[in-house]
Structure formats: structure tokens, C-alpha cells
């Protein structure tokens, strides 16, 4: 008798900080552009009936961001747009002042600030300071303040993440900027977790550069943005049209970022009320897993407030459990979530970010990212309380065995086949 | 059932698999990381080791709609298998690393999470037949394909690890399974076999080891006159049996053929003699393994000692309290290095295996 495959069981999405839903409005007004033909940088009447759409998106993104429209640089998404920021303001900052070799950064980035950071540093004689983060992932500003001061003439670029994508974290980045500032050291923030679940204000933040992208706010993937100062020299990394301000080129995705624009205007719009609703399933989410598993620890900041910690991330480490039994566990059960570690080839690696921290590797590699977002409902909160404590008691099983010699032969038959 | 298939990337893991899947069994795809660094063994694309090799398992799930996820087990691996590997040939054996992968990581590490987290057996594609016994236990046996058959890299499994076994594939041969491949829509229906050690991606084992345990020249020594032959750069590139590459600069004074008869880990010195001391009719082995009940008599059955190698007559004895195993070759055996693995067979049978600590030669035996 064929049984049924995982795949069709009611699904529970709670890794949202991977990618989240698109909003309807956003496929709707995306999918009507498609239909729509014309490059953007054509001179004639669908031509310019395209450009229109795209300055009418940019126009509103940046009002929703906070920044003017020709600030707004679209990209691929945020990796690119990180990679734009690190390496095309390294080169044009070391350009100016050959002085100028070295990168300031956090130990807790994302790998699209990090890798790029490494690959300066192996091929063109940077320079990288990683700064420590505190337990709750926090960066320590005066290391910052430390480190720039040390010689702030030498300093290219100070790039921070304004909320941590792992463990939710949010970045002190006005503090950070207040450092950089009165050395006229640009910041680049990547605030791809944070729009659309904190208030964020590229003017107000001072910040000089600013990651976004579609996918994480309920736009499409493979879209994104580079919101870049006005007057900022930026190196460009693709070569081309240079259509957009000459720091990027290739032909603009008009149907993408139409429906990134539709996105970001409804996630600002409704942040609020968002953010406080999934602060509220996300407290009881966590209330609720550590009541089945007492010894499960929270990690990240424990305040939901816009300094403190994004309002939808759980991130809890399970004593004695691996990560992916967890997560393959739990897929099984209809629900989605995350070690919250990178991937390479699809091996996971103890996360980077909980080392940073001061975790072991064992509770690294012990760690669930649990993230919510629009679409998440009391429901998925009970699925997962429901499932949580089974899960965990599996997962240590198979956790601590390390060989059949340390099982007593039989052993198998005991932990048969559930349900 | 709920099983979790092995699936290595290629054409057999990916078959056996799908048959696991339609034979009504709840089937979840694994695909076992096992380099730590899967972009150095990236190239010649060896069988298990490479990300392409991950991506080709993954799609493969995908074609057969089962859920798949990456393992990794390369830290397990390094420690059970590739530095057993180094301390072996350090210690002037020549070790199966298959044997032990299987021994050691997929049928104990991976099939004890599997079992832990829930799974009933574990599934992969290699061709050897499990049956039950008259008296109820299972039995591991040969292919149908013998020119397939790798029942001799599962005689290290235990009564235990075979009754959490599934071999789909055992009934089948090589061809079936490609053209059944194809008509299940997998990729990889026409991926080259894997051959040769997934680890060492270029093939070349005596470079390897050579990179690995360094360089240390010795002599070369003739096994009658004791005289030095020459000298060598390291006795890596050395086996027993080898003939080829030796590179001394005269012949033998009967101007016959010399062949490796022996390597000294500590010395390097490499004995070099005629082929007929190559032959050996008795082997002591050690670390046995049953895949059933302990033999308590001499069993009259065949033994394999080498992967795809010849089946050989022979009277097998327990002994040493059941540690070791003594094996008389009624019919010879010529190259034979400690290290190997000799599986011991009644008929199609896989009886169970042992590694071999020594071989003599008690009988005036021909070198044919």
C-alpha cells in the first residue's frame, strides 16, 4: 500500500527569513507587466511606457525606504547588491587614498559581506578586521570605535548588517554610523532581514549604502536593491549599458520590480501591525517549545523591540539533537524550517554566527531557526508545539549513538515506526 | 516500510531506490558528504565524492519524488576510513577501503541514525542478494550478476546490519538496471561507473600516499641471493604481485620475471623474487566478522580476496577463542597482501569475512 508521500502534508512555513511569500498584490501586479512588452531603455512608446513603471517603482520604493528614487540601484538581490557595496566602494575608496586598505566589519555577516570581504583581502591586498559580537550576537561598538581610531585614515569601509539573519539580532547601526561619520568612513548596511519587520529609514539611519531585495518583504526573487548615497563613488562590478547610474548594468527586470515596489509598499505599510503580531506568535512559540523541551535554549536577543531583536525570529539550540535529524524530522511532519547555517553542496556547516556568539560547535550544530512572517498562523504555532517534543526525543536518539557496537543489538526494533 | 536509500549520485543507488519507492515502501533519499572539501575531489568524477555527484543523487529524488537530503558524514569518514587507509599502508598493508566504509559508515553510522530517527532499513545499490535461512536468519549471497556481484565488499556486515538491509538490485544485472534508468526518466541513466578509491580523485593511490606519508626510499632486495637489487623512492607505489615499474637495471640471472613478494613498512625494503613465491596456500585472518553464526567446525567452502577476484577453494577454521581465522587455499593464491580482506563463502553464501594478518606457502604448490 503506497503511503503518503511527505510532500502533501499540510504544511507548516516557518522559514520565512529564507525567502517568504510573495504578496498576491505583488504576483498580480507583477504577472500584469509581464504581459507588457518593452526594455526600459527604449526610446520609443513601449520603451518608454516600460521606464515609467520602472521610475514609478523606484519612486516608491524609495518612499518607502526612506531615500530619494535615484538613490535606488536595482540589482539581482542581495547578494549582489552586498558584493556592489563591499568591493565597488572598497576599490573607489582605495582609489582615491591608497591608504585606504582596510575593511571593518562584524564576525556575525552574512557570507555575501563576508566572502567578498575574504576575496579583497586574497586579491587585492585588503586588509579585514572582524569585529566580535556580544552573546546575544551583538557588535561591540567600542571595538569599533577601537579599531577605526587606530588608524582612521586607513580605513576603505565599515560594513554591518542591520538585523542578524540567523538569530535575529538587531545591529547598532546609528552608533556605528556615529563612529564612521566623524572620520568620513563610509558604513554599508545590509538590511535585507530588517525592511519590512523593523522601521527602516536609509536617510534618518545615515547610513551610506543599504542592501535590500525583493523576496524576503513578499516580492519576487532574483530582485533587489542597492540603495547608494547620492553623491558616493561606487566601483561597479558589471560592465555594460550602465543602465542604472552606471554603477550596474543589464537590461532592468521592469516586471520584477514592479512587483518588488507593490511589495515593499505593502510590508512598510503594515509593518506595525505585522511586527506586532508575529512578535506575538513568535513569544508563544518559543513559550510553547521550551515547554515540551525544558532544556531547549533561546538564543539572540530576548526583546522584541525595533533595537533589540527582529520580531519573528526563534532561534533555539536542542541539547543532544543534530540540527538536520531536527529539520528532517520535522519536514517529514508537514513543517519547514531551518538550521539557519550555510550550505555548501548542501553539507551544513556549524553556523558561523553561534560560533561568533560564543557557542560551541555541538550547539551550533544543535540549532533551529524558527522564522514567521505574513502568512503565519496560530495554527503553525500549534503544529509545531505538537510535533516539537516527539522530534527532539528522536532526534537525541540518534544523536548520542555513534556506531552499531554502541547499540545493543535490537535496539532498532525499539524505536520502530510511528504513526 | 519507512527506508532511507543511500544514493551515491549514480545509476545503481538512483535505481535501487525507485524500486524501494515502488514497491510501496515510504522512502526518503540521503546522499553521504564524505569529503571535507568536496571542491577537491571535484574532478574525474569518481562516484561519491563530488558536488556534481550530490546534485546528479538530488535530481535523481526529484525524478523518483521522494524527499533527499545531504548527510555529511566526512568527519566520520576521515577517521574511520581515509586515516585507516593512511595507517595501513604506513604499516605496509594494502586495506580495502570499501570494506571498511561499508562496515564502518554505512552500515553502522548511517544506519543506526536511520534507525534512531525512526527508519526501518537502509536501501542501496549494490548488487548482492539478501535471502531468509531455513533457520530464520538472513542471508547474504551473491549476485545474479556475478560480473557485478559486491557481495565481497558487504562480508563485513553483521546478522544485525543485514536484517536493517535492502539490496534491490541483486536480481538484476547491470544493463537491466541502465535501461531501467532510462525508462524511469533518471539522468543518470548512462553516468560511467565509479571505479577505483572515491577519495583519491586521480586514481593514482601510490601518488597519493606518496603526498600523504611522504617519500622514503629504500632498497630493492632479491628474495633468493639477498643481494640489493637497486633502490626506490618510497615503497608506496609498491604492491604485492606488482611486476611492472620496478625499474631495476638488470635481470634476473635465470632471466625470468621478478615480482613484489614483500614490503617493509619500517626499512622500505621491497623484496622482489620469481612469480611461484608468490603463491600462498594458507592465510591467518584476523578481526573476523560473521554475517551469521559463528562456523564451529572447518567449513569446506571458497573464499575471495579481492574485490571481483577468483573464488578459490578452501577449508576455513576458526580459532584463538573466535578471534582469529585460519584458511587453507586448496586451490593457490598468488599476490596476496595482508590488508586484504578474505570473505568467506559457502556456495553463494556470504559466510562472513576476516582481514588478513599473514599468508605462508606450507606445500611444494606450482606458480600456476
Known sequence: MSQVPPTTAPSVYLDHAAST?????????????LTRVGNPSSLHAPGRAARRSVEESRERIADAVGCRPGEVVFTS??????????????????????????????????????DPVYWLADHEGAEVELLPVDHLGRLDVDAL???????PGSVALVSLMWANNEVGTVQPVKDVVAVAEAHGIPVHTDAVQALSQVPVDFAASGVDAMTVTAHKVGG???????????????????????????IRSGTIDTPAIVGFATAVELAVKHREEHAERICGLRND???RVVEQVPDAAVNGDPECTPDHRLPGNAHLTFPGCEGDSLLMLLDARGIACSTGSACSAGVPQ????????????????????????????????????EAIGPVVERARAAGVLTGLGDAPAGAPTAVGREG | MRVLAAMSGGVDSAVAAARAAEAGHDVTG??????????SYRTGARGCCTIEDSNDARRAADVIGIPFYVWDMSDRFHEDVVEDFMAEYAAGRTPNPCLRCNEKIKFAAVLDRALALGFDAVVTGHYAQLRTGPDGLFELHRAEDMGKDQSYVLGVLSQEQLAHSMFPLGDSRKEQVRVEAQHRGLSVAHKPDSHDICFISDGDTGGWLREKLGTGSGEIVDSGTGEVLGVHEGSFGFTIGQRKGLRIGRPAPDGRPRYVLDIEPVSGTVTVGPREELTVDHLTGIRPRWCGTVPDRPLEGTVQLRAHGDEHRAAVTVGDGGAQVEVRLRDPAQGIA???????????????????????????TSGA
Do not use: C
Open chain 1, 220 to 246: 519576487p526573487y532574483g530582485v533587489g536593491a542597492l540603495i547608494v548615497r547620492r553623491d558616493l563613488d561606487l566601483v561597479a562590478l558589471l560592465h555594460g549599458g550602465g543602465q542604472e547610474r552606471d
Open chain 2, 338 to 364: 595482508p590488508g586484504q580482506a578474505a570473505v568467506v563463502y559457502d556456495g553463494s553464501r556470504v559466510v562472513g569475512s576476516a582481514t588478513i594478518a599473514a599468508t605462508r606457502r606450507t606445500a611444494a
Open chain 1, 285 to 287: 512559540l518559543v513559550r
Open chain 1, 145 to 151: 570605535r577601537r579599531a577605526v581610531e587606530r588608524d
Open chain 1, 77 to 114: 538581490g542581495g547578494t549582489e547588491s552586498d558584493n556592489l557595496a563591499v568591493k565597488g566602494l572598497f576599490w573607489s575608496r582605495r582609489d582615491a587614498d591608497p591608504r585606504r586598505t582596510r575593511i571593518i566589519t562584524s564576525a556575525a555577516e552574512h557570507h555575501a559581506v563576508l
Open chain 2, 30 to 39: 540521503i546522499h553521504l558528504a564524505l569529503s571535507r572539501n568536496p571542491k
Open chain 1, 21 to 33: 511569500p510573495m504578496h498576491p498584490e505583488a504576483v498580480a501586479a507583477m504577472t500584469a507587466q
Open chain 1, 350 to 385: 556549524p553556523s558561523h554566527v553561534l560560533l561568533a556568539m560564543g557557542r560551541t560547535v555541538e550547539q551550533a550544530r544543535s540549532s533551529l531557526r524558527f522564522t514567521l512572517g505574513h502568512t503565519t498562523t496560530r495554527a503553525d504555532i500549534d503544529a509545531l508545539a
